[in-house]
């Protein structure tokens, strides 16, 4: 990571909150300069990182260390990290659909119980359409992880008449697989029953209750995103989604395409913690905030069992360290943990893909992050 001005805020002036605000400050430094010195191997990947959290005090941090880009690629692309500057969310976009997917359930357009294919018929191949809204949100439907179909350039349409007529791999709700081709179905479910584009239904929904400042889809201006990967026919890519899938689909689809920044995407975990109200009004019923957090089916990966939840993972140890939480990742390095036992909140974005994926991954980082901020005070971890 190149070396830049660190930028940290908070919002407290009591003398032992003050201290403890400045311990996590200390160790964030600490992380951004010299991560060996607080126990995480290597370098961080990319060239910016930016935090804000929500402690379980109630004080705010906000933390913005890096450039938009490495400094090799001149300083009209590499510039120092401000509040201003949007990161890539990734499949942080997930999370933010996932509610948007309850607030349409909420309004009785769609029964997340009934099958698809009642909505999308012949689009679906003929072994999906029994798949249930509940099975592409909680990743058991079935369908694989994702397809490499647009690398054969059959551009947007047949591209996405692919995706719609994926061929399942297993039965729905017999297994958890991660699938993306299960949230670009759900998007095209939630324009469908509503008639209206992702991104109206998105703004509307969830990012306007929830008084986001600067988040919304893809293409937006470079001079204001990070800057993620060099990809072959695409240069470096700053500004336009990152997933190559979303990308070639040609316009904002519910698996990715999302960009913000941390401050905005803290902005949804806040609303869970307060059952459902955002910081401009109700996103959703305090019954559909439970969703979020109650498994539906679980997963395993590298650090054992977490809990498949609406959108969200429940005590993913891999990112969340011993946060007993809830959140998801991105590829492009961003992190959401909401930790509803300890009322603490911590959104991480960093562009670790940049300016190539062979990097260091994010893992330690988030959880040195999600421990650091959301347990700040307690006692046992």
């Not at 012949?122 to 058991?140: E, G, P, V, W």
């Not at 719609?164 to 697989?177: D, F, S, Y």
């Not at 899938?245 to 904002?252: N, Q």
């Not at 054992?304 to 590829?331: C, I, K, N, S, W």
Request: proline residues 6%; glycine residues 12%; negative net charge.
């Amino acid at each position: 990571m190149n070396p830049s001005k660190t930028t940290a805020s908070t919002t407290t002036s009591n003398a032992a909150e003050r201290t403890q605000i400045d311990q996590i400050t200390h160790t964030l430094e600490s992380l951004a300069r010299d991560p060996a010195s607080v126990g995480v191997a290597g370098r961080i990947p990319g060239s910016a990182l930016a935090l804000a959290g929500l402690t379980p005090a109630g004080e705010r941090i906000d933390f913005l260390h890096g450039r938009t880009a490495l400094e090799e690629f001149g300083p009209e692309i590499s510039r120092p990290l401000a509040a201003e500057h949007r990161f890539d969310f990734a499949s942080l976009s997930k999370l933010f659909v996932s509610v948007l997917a309850l607030s349409v359930v909420e309004s009785g357009l769609v029964d997340p119980d009934a099958p698809i294919g009642e909505v999308l018929g012949d689009a679906l191949h003929r072994d999906a359409r029994r798949i249930t809204l509940m099975n592409l949100l909680a990743h058991d439907s079935g369908l694989p992880a994702n397809t490499r179909f647009w690398e054969q350039d059959p551009g947007a349409d047949a591209l996405w008449a692919h995706v719609l007529g994926t061929v399942p791999v297993r039965a729905p709700g017999e297994a958890h697989e991660y699938s993306c081709i299960g949230y670009n179905i759900l998007g095209r479910i939630l324009e469908t029953v509503s008639g209206d584009d992702l991104p109206t239904l998105m703004r509307t929904r969830v990012l306007e209750p929830l008084g986001t400042r600067d988040t919304g889809y893809h293409p937006i201006d470079p001079g204001l995103a990070v800057a993620t990967e060099e990809q072959p026919g695409r240069g470096l890519v700053q500004g336009s989604v990152h997933d190559e899938l979303s990308f070639f689909l040609g316009r904002p689809s519910g698996n990715s395409g999302l960009f913000g920044p941390a401050d905005d995407a803290l902005a949804l975990g806040r609303m869970i913690l307060a059952d459902g109200l955002g910081d401009r009004g109700r996103v959703l019923s305090p019954a559909s905030v439970a969703l979020l957090a109650a498994p539906q089916i679980f997963g395993t990966n590298a650090a054992g069992t977490f809990g498949q939840a609406v959108g969200f993972r429940v005590h993913d140890a891999e990112f969340m360290g011993a946060v007993p939480g809830l959140g998801h990742t991105g590829f492009t390095g961003t992190m959401l943990v909401v930790d509803p036992v300890h009322n603490s909140a911590v959104a991480l974005l960093t562009n670790r893909v940049h300016p190539g994926r062979a990097r260091a991954n994010v893992f330690a980082v988030q959880r040195l992050a999600s421990e650091t901020v959301c347990l700040a005070g307690v006692t046992a971890r």
